[in-house]
């Protein structure tokens, strides 16, 4: 009697994650992929979105982050199963005194915003002591460019908070919000399910979806990088080929997750043009059963950047350690890169390993979640430094003295450190608070540069030696000024 065999095995469903001792919850993998996710089987209707009657009598909603025409490659929206329609609110007010400190105007006709073309600093931001300020109380805007009324610019924020959000929740229609903790974890609930977000971690929450903050390892700061009217992307890989930098399969975004809550009283937060409104709704918000689509919250692990760097000689451009970058409307030019400076090889000989002397157009904000820092700049964890379009920036005398006289091997870097920039090709703005009003500003030090010194004339007898061998007059030692 012959015995059969099973040589064959299939999935039992597409690949999730999740299940750490620090996260208990599970995601799904990828970057702007077309997700299906019901918390109970059988909700998603079947070659429909929007069928007569859905099962349960749940109610079916799509939340649209791009034009309807836009170019189907553009398109990014989502379709949800709800207990209630998030029209069942009741009227919208201005929150008066929620918040005065976000901004989303950063036209020079602003009062409150101002250009500097100094290098600035910020010491890390204290945590709040006095009374209990959530996330969306804790936000502080530094700067930013642009306008969200005209959905083209950006803003940059820290938020400081040290009370989870109870019963509200928080929806910004200015633009979409990438999200850095850098002490503690942030536990955001969203309308397509859950996300537990540690320091090393990024998430970005589109416009015009509700969530909110937990604080499960109790007060916590960061930062936050908001764009208006573009998504945030995966930059293009050119001679790369198919692989490095940030893996799409390393993005996670929420399985569905739903409250059942339908008799308590909940706030709704909206920033809609740089103004907070607030309304009062008789049942939780995050009551999706079930969704479908592209338009939703993810995350990702920073440490699982894939780097790719000179390895014999020169140095390239930071770009190379691009994240995410959010386009402008100039074709071709992004309006902001998210760059991330991990551990990595450096195996560069005959070269200036350190960040060469710069004059860029863009404008540079440079953070750091953890470690220390070694660069010139004075820069910590929960701080910033801020550097303007144009403007010239490097390292000190003695940091270019050492990095030119010592001998090159090949070590390791940025070991134990996280550190990220904010790469704008626009000027940016910042905020009367960032300028006066936070007490962390570190105005630039006048003598910084006093002992950078020139060698270049202790080896005129060298270039004399030179010019003349190849037939040119020498040069003349004489003083600044003289005949």
Excluded at 295 to 320: G, H, L, M, W
Excluded at 407 to 413: D, F, G, M, N
Aim: hydrophobic letters at 35%; charged letters at 20%.
């Amino acid at each position: 009697m012959l015995k059969t065999l099973n040589n064959s095995l299939s999935a039992q469903g597409s690949s999730t994650t999740g299940g750490a001792p620090e996260d208990r919850y599970r995601y799904q993998q990828g970057f702007g992929n077309r997700f299906a996710c019901e918390a109970i089987p059988g909700i998603l209707p079947q070659a429909r979105n929007a069928p007569q009657r859905v099962k349960y009598d749940l109610f079916s909603e799509q939340l649209n982050g791009s034009a309807f025409v836009a170019p189907r490659t553009c398109i990014q929206n989502v379709w949800m199963y709800l207990v209630f329609p998030s029209v069942a609110h009741g009227s919208l007010k201005k929150a008066q005194g929620l918040n005065d400190r976000i901004q989303s105007c950063f036209s020079p006709m602003n009062n409150a915003m101002e250009y500097t073309p100094e290098d600035l600093s910020w010491a890390y931001f204290p945590l709040p002591e006095s009374q209990f300020i959530d996330f969306v109380q804790g936000i502080s805007t530094i700067g930013g460019n642009g306008d969200a009324t005209t959905k083209e610019g950006l803003a940059v924020h820290i938020y400081s908070a040290n009370a989870s959000m109870e019963q509200s929740a928080f929806c910004n229609n200015d633009g979409d919000m990438l999200i850095l903790p850098q002490k503690g974890r942030l536990n955001v609930q969203t309308e397509m399910g859950r996300l537990m977000v540690r320091p090393g971690e990024l998430v970005v929450i589109q416009a015009g979806i509700r969530f909110r903050v937990g604080l499960p390892d109790g007060p916590s700061r960061g930062y936050i990088q908001e764009v208006f009217g573009a998504h945030w992307e995966l930059p293009e890989l050119g001679p790369f080929g198919s692989n490095g930098m940030a893996y799409p399969r390393d993005f996670e975004s929420p399985v569905a997750s739903f409250d059942l809550d339908t008799s308590s009283g909940w706030e709704i937060i909206y920033k809609a043009a740089g103004q907070l409104y607030t309304c009062t709704q008789n049942h939780t918000p995050f009551d999706v059963v079930a969704w479908h689509g592209n338009y939703a919250p993810y995350k990702y692990d920073i440490s699982k950047f894939v780097n790719t760097a000179c390895v014999e000689k020169e140095q390239a451009d930071p770009t190379i350690y691009c994240v995410l970058t959010a386009r402008s409307r100039v074709p071709g030019i992004s309006i902001c890169d998210f760059l991330a400076f991990t551990q990595r090889w450096m195996t560069t000989s005959d070269t200036f390993r350190p960040p060469y002397y710069h004059r860029n157009m863009s404008t540079e904000v440079m953070g750091i979640i953890y470690g220390q820092w070694g660069g010139s700049a004075p820069l910590e964890p929960g701080g910033l430094t801020y550097e303007g379009s144009f403007m010239p920036h490097g390292e000190s005398y003695e940091v270019w003295k050492s990095a030119t006289t010592r001998q090159l091997k090949t070590e390791r870097v940025m070991e134990g450190v996280l550190a990220f920039m904010m790469h704008m090709s626009v000027p940016l703005l910042l905020s009367k608070w960032a300028r006066e009003d936070s007490g962390c500003l570190r105005e630039a030090d006048p003598e910084r540069w006093r002992d950078m010194r020139s060698h270049f004339e202790e080896h005129l007898e060298e270039i004399n030696a030179d010019l003349v061998a190849s037939g040119h007059l020498p040069l003349q030692n004489q003083p600044v000024g003289g005949e």
